[in-house]
């Protein structure tokens, strides 16, 4: 027994003399002088560059005064961030500066196709700038635009874009409204040329040579229709137009897909009266209305020409592609963004509105009319 233990400690006395001696922490440390996976501190990052922490703050947080740096010297922070990991606290500065760094934007849908646009631009912008945001779907409902504002600022939002968004009234922060037209105080609104928006398409149909046009008039909820539909009628008058109110289909549905305008077609047959072109409310709804044309074996554009209006990512990939009015939906949600921004960094002469120039876009869905084909009835 006494020969056995014996054997086990020679054993492990053999294995302790041989086994290569652990290094120390200093030893593993790189050129640098720092342990890898180790936190290191802004202090820390300034010694081995050997630049003030507040240098390396202005460049790591894209502060204001960040501009007057030297382009190599922000070069050598972001490369010594990124070598060590660094990141600055998001916590310490809120406390520091008593900002959240947070935006609440409301929309009427997530998927909408407006919506993701305007959304894009507004992203860009807010990443850029260091700022998170919150996004409530309020799917229209009044109850919802009236309570997601409480709940956005209990998480410390420090303002607001509502797109599409019909607010009542004004809010305790800044507010940026895409497509608000309700003069509010505190509400800078950033609208398209809804004028310009209809002389553009009206005109371009008139210069094709249609004189009979139906309408599609946008959702009594919809920030954007009456505007468009008094600008419609105002240009429709000084071409000449006769806007007869049996081809005016008002839309009714709270949808954001296609089946928004499929049942239109049907619905302005039933008139059995004339006409040779149809204006679309919007994209989504022009081009469920093509389908249903089709499926009464009416062809767009030979037998009748649409047109849209906001220039959706499908619009120029549809069958046939979509000539419609384009909103820079994407400009617009940069413009929000950066009008908030300003206003939240003290800027006090903001503009109560902004005016978005349209475009209009020429694809396949419009031709000059043939008499022949004039569509009448079902």
């Known amino acids: 027994m006494e020969s056995a233990i014996s054997l086990v400690h020679f054993i492990v006395n053999r294995y302790k003399t041989d086994m290569p001696k652990r290094k120390k922490p200093e030893s593993q440390k790189d050129k640098s002088g720092f342990l890898p996976g180790r936190p290191i501190s802004l202090k820390t990052l300034g010694d081995y560059l050997d630049l003030s922490p507040a240098t390396i703050s202005l460049v790591l947080n894209n502060a204001p005064g960040v501009r007057s740096i030297p382009q190599e010297t922000r070069d050598r922070v972001t490369a010594a961030a990124k070598k060590f990991d660094y990141r600055p606290s998001f916590y310490a500065r809120s406390l520091r500066r008593r900002q959240s760094f947070s935006i609440g934007v409301m929309v009427p849908e997530l998927s909408d196709g407006y919506s993701v646009l305007v959304m894009n631009g507004i992203e860009e912008v807010l990443i850029e700038e260091g700022y998170f945001y919150l996004t409530a779907?309020?799917?229209?409902?009044?109850?919802?635009?009236?309570?997601?504002?409480?709940?956005?600022?209990?998480?410390?939002?420090?303002?607001?874009?509502?797109?599409?968004?019909?607010?009542?009234?004004?809010?305790?922060?800044?507010?940026?409204?895409?497509?608000?037209?309700?003069?509010?105080?505190?509400?800078?609104?950033?609208?398209?040329?809804?004028?310009?928006?209809?002389?553009?398409?009206?005109?371009?149909?008139?210069?094709?040579?249609?004189?009979?046009?139906?309408?599609?008039?946008?959702?009594?909820?919809?920030?954007?229709?009456?505007?468009?539909?008094?600008?419609?009628?105002?240009?429709?008058?000084?071409?000449?137009?006769?806007?007869?109110?049996?081809?005016?289909?008002?839309?009714?549905?709270?949808?954001?897909?296609?089946?928004?305008?499929?049942?239109?077609?049907?619905?302005?047959?039933?008139?059995?009266?004339?006409?040779?072109?149809?204006?679309?409310?919007?994209?989504?709804?022009?081009?469920?209305?093509?389908?249903?044309?089709?499926?009464?074996?009416?062809?767009?554009?030979?037998?009748?020409?649409?047109?849209?209006?906001?220039?959706?990512?499908?619009?120029?990939?549809?069958?046939?592609?979509?000539?419609?009015?384009?909103?820079?939906?994407?400009?617009?949600?940069?413009?929000?963004?950066?009008?908030?921004?300003?206003?939240?960094?003290?800027k006090k002469d903001y503009p109560e509105e902004i005016a978005i120039v349209p475009e209009l876009i020429i694809r396949e869905s419009t031709i000059p009319p043939n008499p022949k084909r004039m569509v009448r009835h079902g």
């Open 137 to 346: 779907s309020h799917r229209r409902k009044a109850d919802l635009i009236e309570e997601y504002p409480r709940l956005l600022m209990d998480r410390s939002v420090e303002g607001f874009i509502a797109i599409d968004t019909a607010l009542q009234h004004s809010l305790p922060l800044p507010v940026v409204a895409v497509a608000g037209h309700r003069k509010i105080e505190g509400v800078t609104n950033i609208l398209l040329d809804h004028r310009r928006a209809a002389e553009l398409a009206l005109r371009h149909l008139y210069q094709l040579g249609h004189r009979h046009i139906a309408f599609m008039r946008g959702q009594t909820f919809s920030s954007d229709s009456d505007d468009r539909w008094k600008s419609f009628m105002a240009v429709a008058k000084e071409l000449g137009l006769e806007v007869r109110p049996e081809l005016v289909i008002r839309l009714e549905l709270n949808l954001s897909s296609p089946e928004l305008g499929y049942p239109v077609p049907q619905q302005l047959l039933a008139t059995k009266r004339p006409f040779t072109a149809l204006v679309s409310f919007n994209d989504v709804a022009a081009i469920g209305a093509i389908r249903g044309f089709r499926d009464h074996n009416i062809r767009v554009p030979e037998d009748v020409s649409v047109i849209g209006f906001d220039d959706i990512q499908g619009a120029a990939y549809h069958n046939p592609s979509l000539t419609t009015i384009r909103q820079p939906l994407d400009k617009m949600g940069i413009t929000s963004a950066q009008v908030l921004l300003e206003r939240l960094r003290g």
